[in-house]
């Protein structure tokens, strides 16, 4: 007699037939040491197989073993010291609530929330409400994942299949947690934004722009300091604070490949209108950004060549063939470039910009960015990157934040 079997039935049977994750775990000999990691945090591991639908990656030995014989870091101290909160929440930074396979990465990354939740404690602060982000691209053939530091690791096997449809891709490296962004830029020599930390730091907005929850903000560099530097030298700190909260957005970690032709409410008041071109290129107001989605451990970064002007009216989203200066009749005073004088350079712990981000095509060209990029196989939690949905619920989040600001002035 034929037995006829329905598909769901034939799916029940095949994730029947797939093993535990901690069963997976111990049947791999390169993932040793990520078993006993989470031997350490038996919270997280039991958390982890209740879990449905959800995507990890799993470092291999090697990676482990590159971290801890390599330049000391705050990962690898905690993994040495065996300090378990630290390690859990290393492991946590791994773990995506989405189903993802070696299919949804392509050339244009792919920013997604991790199960790392906020936390204000040390080491690894971290503050975006709906999961610390990473990135996923295909470097070549490669598929790679972005995070904390421009930290670049690869799967080097996929798609390997857990219980209750979880799965597992291993990895050549340990994922960095992001750090803030005062700490991150200031380790970015290459970068050039040496003004804007000294600019804010003589307003007193270090800690505000590290703390703020879902920041994205926009970062001038040195450059578009120096061209700017008369409409600056005499101007009071209350100036300056509006100019510098002005290229802020709080509530929504906007990335490139999110950014539509919108305007959207900053930390100062006033609405910044952001643009695609019809090559990718991402604008804000009439400024250019540069070099896009440098991850921290409270949003995104992007370093734009224009200081943002909150006085400057932009009529519609969408890129002037001509933009006009944001700063009327200003000028460079010499070879100065303003606010640098007591910003110290830092010798220790720079970090190295991988290719990838550099030459990776970060928003899909078309104008109005409706191209889509890699989508999930499942469903992940809603995310604040979703621009269109952010960029109305940051409205109410602002408000507060400015008024704020104003009261303020593994082993």
């Not at 775990?25 to 919270?43: C, F, K, N, W, Y």
């Not at 299919?103 to 199960?115: A, G, K, Q, R």
């Given at each position: ?91 946590s930074y791994h773990v995506l609530n989405g ?116 920041l994205t903000i926009f970062v001038p560099n ?190």
């Open positions: 007699m034929k037995t006829t079997f329905t598909l769901a039935a034939f799916v029940a049977s095949v994730l029947a037939q797939s093993p535990s994750l901690s069963e997976l775990i111990e049947s791999q000999p390169d993932l040793s040491i990520l078993g006993t990691a989470l031997g350490l945090v038996p919270e997280l591991a039991e958390t982890l197989t209740g879990l449905s639908g959800i995507t990890i990656f799993a470092p291999t030995d090697s990676a482990f073993q590159a971290l801890l014989g390599g330049e000391t870091s705050q990962e690898s101290f905690s993994i040495s010291q065996r300090d378990a909160k630290a390690v859990a929440r290393i492991l189903t993802y396979t070696s299919s949804d990465f392509s050339e244009i990354p792919t920013y997604v929330n991790t199960l790392l939740t906020p936390s204000s404690e040390s080491p690894f602060v971290s503050n975006v409400t709906e999961g610390q982000n990473l990135g996923l691209v295909l470097d070549g053939d490669s598929a790679t994942i972005l995070s904390g530091d421009f930290n670049t690791a690869t799967v080097t096997e996929a798609d390997i299949k857990a219980a209750n449809d979880v799965t597992v891709h291993k990895i050549d490296e340990v994922l960095i947690i992001p750090s803030l962004l005062s700490d991150t830029l200031s380790r970015l020599p290459d970068v050039g934004v040496s003004a804007a930390i000294g600019a804010l730091t003589a307003t007193d907005l270090v800690q505000t722009v590290d703390t703020i929850a879902d040195n450059a578009a300091f120096a061209g700017a530097a008369s409409a600056f030298a005499n101007a009071s700190v209350e100036t300056l604070t509006s100019v510098l909260t002005y290229h802020a957005v709080a509530g929504a970690v906007v990335f490139a490949s999110d950014v539509t032709n919108t305007t959207v409410p900053t930390v100062n008041g006033n609405d910044v209108t952001l643009s695609v071109g019809t090559d990718g290129t991402v604008y804000v107001d009439n400024a250019k950004v540069i070099f896009p989605n440098i991850i921290l451990s409270n949003g995104v970064a992007h370093i734009i060549d224009t200081v943002l002007n909150p006085e400057d009216e932009v009529e519609s989203p969408s890129p002037a063939a001509t933009p006009t200066p944001a700063y009327s009749g200003a000028s460079a005073i010499g070879t100065d470039i303003p606010f640098t004088s007591g910003v110290a350079a830092v010798g220790t712990g720079l970090i190295s910009i991988p290719a990838v981000a550099t030459t990776a095509q970060f928003v899909a060209p078309g104008g109005a960015n409706a191209t889509s990029v890699a989508s999930p196989t499942a469903s992940p939690s809603p995310s604040v990157s979703e621009f269109p949905g952010a960029a109305n619920k940051v409205k109410g989040a602002v408000g507060g934040m400015a008024i704020g600001l104003g009261m303020a002035l593994m082993l």
